[in-house]
Every structure is written in C-alpha cells, then in structure tokens.
C-alpha cells in the first residue's frame, strides 16, 4: 500500500493536499477556502490571472483530476491522493453541526438547483434556515457580488457551499474571503452535489473511485461534456512545461 503523506505537492504552482478525504474534511471546517480544480480548468490557468490567484491562494486544493494525478506520477514518480468533489460532499455531510440550522449556506446556480439541494439535504436530516440559500447572478469575468457579502454578514454561517460553475466559483470564494468580516469555511465543489440531488445522473460509488466520472458524465452529456473533456488534453504540455511552478500568463511566457 502506498503512503500518502498528509502534506501539500505543488503542481502548476497550486499546493495542492495530500491526505485522505477525512483529513480534508477536518482541516477545512477551521475556516479559509477550499478549490477542486478540474483538468479543463487547470488548462486556462495561462490566460486567466484571477482564477490562478484563486488556485493559488486557496487554503485547500484537493485533486479531483485523476488524469492531473497520473501525470504527475508519469513525470515525476510523486503519488498524490485524488479525493473527488463528490467523495468529499459525502464525507462533508457528515459532519454533526451540519444538523443545526443556520450553519450551512448554499449558491446554487438557479431556483431549480437550489430546490433540488434543498430536498437532498432534507432527506439526509440537514435543513436550511429561512434565507440561507442564494441564487447567483451570471458573474461574467469579473465575480463580484456585495449583495452576497452582506447577506453572509448578517447571517454568518459557519460553512458555505458553491455549487456554481468552476472558473466563477474559485473566483467568487476568493472575493468573500478577501470581503467578509469573519472567515467561515468556503467550499467550492460545484455541480458535485447534482449527483446526490438527481440534477445530473448519479455516478455509482465504484465509478468514482476509479476515477471515471468523467466518462460517466460524458455518456449522458455527450454534447456537453465531451468537448470540455477533450480540451484537458493540453494539460499533458502544460505539467511537461512548468511541473511545480505557477503557469505564466501567455503575454509573459513570450
């Protein structure tokens, strides 16, 4: 069996953990903002300067890529752990304060998400508090929202979920940490709470072990998904080009 040391390996100048889902999930609950980038995300760090700040500055960045994973291996001979959004939602929802109300808040990306969320985590005994649910306007490339931040001012919960798309969502965690005046545990796993609320078509525990979520997704969404997963490709040159150091912006690297 492999030893994983619970530490932190650069990658693409992300540090990113190396520890098991529960360890994850102990050390983020402290506070600050956790990341789960994918590989199509991880290639624009190039050409978007914020989302590689938001990568960067993050508190926790957990492996969800298990094409990153491998190539790291092949290039460099380091194993990292993956832990999957999903495999972290599921332990995350675990967690016994999650059973007070007013401790969780929710982004979700439109009434229809945020009423599927809502009834998934009825079902598992996590009930929201009136108003701790928030559907996010479309941000565009600059992700900002003071309406947001003054309603988690009022509120403060404890934990924030985003289950908004990736490239907005790192953005948007790394604004309200830098805004907010208290530090609550920000936690970016995007749509990996659609496969437990039936918005997206339930990946089997095996599948998500063995790292193919991707493709499961990719036979339901063929149109959607493959397209998005094809441009991880490039994510070979990349780790190839740069290993442990922060990708420089393509007007720089010239």
């Known amino acids: 069996m492999p030893n994983y040391k619970t530490d932190r390996v650069k990658i693409l100048g992300v540090d990113f953990f190396n520890g098991s889902v529960q360890q994850a999930v102990k050390e983020i609950v402290r506070g600050g903002y956790m990341v789960v980038p994918s590989g199509p995300g991880l290639v624009t760090l190039p050409h978007d300067s914020r989302y590689a700040e938001a990568l960067i500055?993050?508190?926790m960045a957990i492996a969800d890529s298990r094409y990153m994973v491998l190539l790291w291996f092949f290039f460099r001979g380091q194993r990292v752990k993956r832990i999957s959004g999903l495999a972290f939602l599921q332990d995350f929802f675990n967690l016994p304060d999650l059973k007070t109300p007013g401790e969780l808040f929710l982004v979700d990306p439109s009434d229809d998400e945020a009423q599927a969320n809502k009834r998934y985590l009825?079902?598992?005994?996590?009930?929201?508090?009136p108003g701790f649910s928030y559907v996010a306007p479309f941000y565009?490339?600059?992700v900002e929202d003071c309406e947001l931040v003054q309603k988690l001012g009022r509120l403060r919960p404890k934990y924030i979920l985003l289950n908004i798309g990736g490239g907005a969502q790192e953005k948007l965690a790394l604004y309200l940490?830098?805004?907010?005046?208290?530090?609550p545990a920000v936690i970016c796993t995007g749509a990996a709470i659609a496969f437990l609320s039936g918005k997206q078509a339930p990946i089997p525990v095996w599948v998500d072990h063995v790292g193919l979520g991707w493709l499961w997704r990719c036979f339901y969404e063929p149109k959607k998904f493959i397209p998005r997963d094809l441009s991880a490709l490039s994510l070979f040159m990349l780790i190839l080009r740069f290993g442990s150091a922060q990708p420089l912006p393509r007007q720089e690297a010239r």
């Open 57 to 59: 500055k993050s508190d």
């Open 122 to 129: 009825e079902s598992i005994g996590i009930f929201l508090s």
């Open 140 to 142: 565009g490339n600059t």
């Open 177 to 183: 940490i830098e805004n907010l005046v208290y530090r």
